[in-house]
């Protein structure tokens, strides 16, 4: 996971995009981003962070890291970022991973702490 990580990050910060919350699952990824600038380009972080990852990975692993597409979805005003955070975050205590997101590792934000962030979704 540091190895995509950390490509993820690459991307993030050359194209302006902040990770609020991330959730490593077996099968997929979950993130939440915020662009830090007007310039700041979703798809374009998408196709850079895929690129990147895949490519290490594939040469650590020899394998193939993510499916051709990727979904994304804009907040809209009603839509409150630490609701969705809890949601990123829940995922694992869904699938039956883990009985409590304290207890899973490949959660986390480069914004907030963990506990932050744990402590925002035990209070909603």
């Known amino acids: 996971m540091t190895l ?5 990050l690459r991307a993030a910060d050359e194209q302006g995009f902040l990770i609020v919350a991330y959730c490593f699952m077996p099968d997929h990824l979950h993130l939440l981003i915020e662009g830090e600038t ?3 380009d979703c ?4 196709a850079r962070a895929k690129q990147y990852a895949g490519f290490y990975y594939a040469k650590t692993f020899s394998d193939r ?4 597409y990727a979904f994304e979805h804009v907040l809209r005003d009603d839509e409150i970022t630490k609701v ?3 949601y990123i975050l829940e995922n694992p205590v869904r699938a039956g991973l883990v009985r409590s997101v304290e ?11 963990l506990a932050d962030l744990i ?6």
């Open 65 to 68: 890291l993510w499916q051709r």
């Open 103 to 113: 207890e899973y590792p490949y959660v986390g934000s480069k914004v907030y702490s």
């Open 119 to 124: 402590e925002g979704v035990s209070r909603s």
């Open 38 to 40: 007007e310039f700041s």
């Open 4 to 8: 995509v990580l950390s490509q993820i």
């Open 84 to 86: 969705v955070a809890r």
């Open 43 to 46: 798809l374009r972080f998408i």
